[in-house]
């Protein structure tokens, strides 16, 4: 099911001001993954509109493809990989701060705008 892009990020941006109780630790991973969600599904709609055969492509292939007319795809291809970064979190690194992981979602909103 493909979830709207609004209802997801406000979904991760709950967890970051209350993280539930169940997460423990894990709150921070818990936004990561539904701020990539968020991304992945907006540039998947993005091609469905466009070109439905670049769906099947790796999600690196659809972010520097998108036309720099549309967006900066640089720039959401770097949001992507902090958050494959930081989804695929090991104990060498370090987790990612609130004020990292809300600047990351205000980001992808802004960035994804002209996809939609």
């Given at each position: 099911m493909v979830s709207d892009l609004r209802t997801t990020i406000e979904e991760a941006r709950s967890i970051l001001a209350a993280p539930p109780d169940y997460?423990?630790?894990g709150?921070?991973?818990?936004?990561?993954?539904?701020?990539?969600?968020?991304?992945?599904?907006?540039?998947?709609?993005?091609?469905?509109r466009v070109d439905q055969p670049m769906n099947r492509?790796?999600?690196?292939?659809?972010?520097?493809?998108?036309?720099t007319l549309e967006v900066d795809a640089q720039s959401l291809f770097s949001l992507w990989s902090r958050?494959?970064?930081w989804c695929h979190y090991r104990a060498v690194h370090a987790e990612?701060?609130?004020?990292?992981?809300?600047?990351?979602?205000a980001d992808i909103e802004?960035?994804?705008a002209s996809l939609r």
């Open positions: 997460f423990g630790t709150w921070p991973l818990a936004v990561c993954l539904l701020a990539r969600q968020a991304l992945e599904e907006t540039v998947e709609q993005y091609w469905d492509t790796s999600m690196t292939h659809q972010l520097l493809c998108i036309p958050l494959s970064e990612p701060t609130s004020a990292e992981l809300e600047s990351l979602l802004n960035g994804v």
